[in-house]
């Protein structure tokens, strides 16, 4: 396991980014009701193609508005260390209230990494992870309110990602813990092998959340650990 000493200098200036943002972070965190989605942008397996383009939707079922800065998704991916997994970007982070009206207010979405699990934890045969990657929010500049509204509202961002300079597929064993495989409908879905993770100000983010599907269900499939603290667990006990 590496240590957090071990991590690479763009992987600690982009955490030092988000850590500076992130002075909203430190309250409120135990009434929070959040649910994470995903879906497949492109239709295509990483599996057969080069694509792995996933939409994240962050919806907020509480009852007071979540700032972008108190979100952290996690991914993992199975790939050998030299052929790099690479950030390729991602679009605006949209704000949307309950109803699907977007709010006007937008934010960035910043990469970084971390130790890799405990390679003895394996989930299933093709959901393995040995290495560990972060998608966080943060509002744009001269925005440092922006929040995920109450009672439904919620946030998407799609990102990208390329393995060893776009190279095809994507997932060359198709055993990536966080696969995205293909979906003619394009539909958001909660998906236990991505993850929602509270912010850390200390080190690297790793305490799950137990997320939400409404404001009073707990989500069955709320992200599972791959063995960062623990091995095929979730933030709910399930």
Request: hydrophobic residues 40%; glycine residues 8%.
């Amino acid at each position: 396991m590496l240590s957090w000493k071990a991590f690479s200098l763009p992987s600690l200036m982009a955490l030092s980014v988000l850590l500076s943002n992130s002075s909203e972070v430190s309250a409120q965190t135990t009434t929070r009701r959040l649910n994470l989605e995903v879906r497949n942008v492109d239709n295509a397996s990483a599996c057969v193609y080069g694509s792995y383009r996933p939409e994240f939707k962050i919806t907020n079922w509480g009852s007071q508005a979540v700032p972008l800065t108190a979100v952290d998704i996690r991914l993992f991916f199975n790939n050998p260390l030299t052929e790099t997994i690479e950030f390729v970007g991602a679009d605006y982070v949209r704000i949307f209230n309950a109803n699907g009206g977007i709010t006007g207010y937008y934010g960035n979405a910043i990469h970084f990494d971390s130790a890799p699990p405990n390679p003895e934890c394996v989930v299933a045969p093709d959901r393995l992870a040995n290495q560990t990657h972060h998608v966080a929010l943060r509002p744009l500049s001269g925005a440092s309110g922006t929040s995920i509204p109450p009672n439904g509202g919620y946030a998407t961002v799609v990102v990208a990602f390329r393995r060893a300079g776009g190279a095809t597929p994507f997932d060359a064993g198709c055993n990536d813990f966080s696969k995205l495989l293909a979906d003619p409908a394009r539909a958001f879905h909660n998906d236990k092998y991505f993850n929602l993770v509270e912010p850390n100000p200390s080190g690297p983010p790793n305490k799950l959340i137990c997320e939400a599907t409404s404001a009073t269900a707990s989500d069955p499939d709320s992200g599972i650990d791959p063995g960062v603290n623990a091995c095929n667990v979730n933030a709910c006990g399930l």
